[in-house]
């Protein structure tokens, strides 16, 4: 499996890492911003060919599939580029920043055939995997989920606190981990979702702060609170208030409600979620299946996130 990865920035190292971990699969060309930033990372694991273009790396013969981490604003134009090259793709969170584009790179999907997974990493990492398994055996059903989702980020700045070409977004981005999860865990879709959002940056043109609420059609509710403005500990932090236990998610660590460890270790075959996560898009292109979050499955998260942003436009008057 030949694969090409874009974006060589904080996120695509990590993919860096999880895929030499993958037999069978070799990164034959890395693209970049700038090639002599992007060459240092393609020394450091090895990889023959370097580019700023994607369209470069797309006519190449050794390219099976595409990794993009490349800014959110790009996703949906890329994905459809790969696509349209005859590569599959996997597109990391979110799939695009409006509806319109998600649902462009579906149709696209759908035409080609082509597998096409979005990296919604919160379905593979091992403490929600856990969860998920509990659920579908019947041992679990969830009645509330609470999600703290954290940052200090008045600059633009990516997770190794490197300088971002880019602008993140609370809504498109991060909400759109735990929107996806909700449902996926609740095992039915979100039929009621409100939000407020808090001032925007002056700079920086996006809200700091962000509150959402979710109802899925089986009675399950979700409450999400988001920040670019925490000056403390960082991530997102999941509690899962179920009809038979509590449990408590932080990354890949798993709690009760009384915060005793919970062994997570045997869920699957690695801890990394975002390994997880690439192991299951080389594995579907492979046997010729669709993949676990693929672009088809995930696209009713951006449908929800498509009602929460009109609802804040029309807030703000």
Request: proline fraction near 3%.
């Amino acid at each position: 499996m030949r694969i090409a990865l874009a974006g060589a920035g904080a996120f695509g190292e990590k993919h860096l890492d999880g895929l030499q971990k993958i037999d069978g699969v070799e990164v034959t060309s890395l693209v970049g911003r700038t090639l002599e930033a992007t060459q240092k990372v393609a020394d450091k694991y090895g990889i023959g060919h370097v580019t700023d273009d994607l369209a470069e790396t797309l006519k190449r013969d050794d390219v099976d599939a595409v990794i993009l981490c490349t800014p959110t604003q790009m996703h949906a134009a890329q994905a459809i580029q790969c696509l349209d090259a005859g590569k599959h793709v996997q597109v990391e969170i979110p799939l695009a920043d409006s509806l319109a584009d998600a649902e462009a790179v579906v149709a696209k999907q759908r035409e080609t055939g082509l597998v096409a997974m979005c990296g919604h990493t919160r379905r593979f990492n091992p403490s929600h995997q856990w969860v998920h398994n509990r659920i579908k055996a019947g041992e679990l059903a969830i009645q509330q989920m609470d999600v703290q989702t954290y940052f200090f980020r008045r600059r633009n700045i990516n997770a190794k606190g490197e300088p971002r070409s880019w602008t993140d977004h609370l809504l498109w981005h991060h909400a759109a981990h735990t929107v996806d999860l909700f449902a996926y865990q609740a095992g039915a879709p979100i039929v009621q979702a409100n939000a407020i959002e808090g001032p925007h940056h002056p700079g920086l043109g996006i809200a700091m702060d962000m509150s959402i609420q979710l109802k899925a059609a089986n009675g399950a509710i979700c409450t999400l609170s988001l920040s670019f403005n925490n000056d403390g500990p960082l991530g997102t932090f999941f509690r899962y208030i179920c009809d038979n236990g509590t449990y408590i998610a932080r990354y890949d660590d798993l709690v009760n409600g009384k915060e005793e460890p919970i062994d997570v270790t045997k869920v699957d075959v690695s801890m990394n979620g975002i390994e997880l996560q690439d192991r299951e898009f080389v594995a579907a292109i492979r046997e010729g299946r669709e993949p676990n979050s693929s672009v088809v499955q995930v696209l009713p998260c951006y449908q929800v996130l498509d009602g929460l942003e009109k609802q804040l436009v029309a807030a703000r008057g």
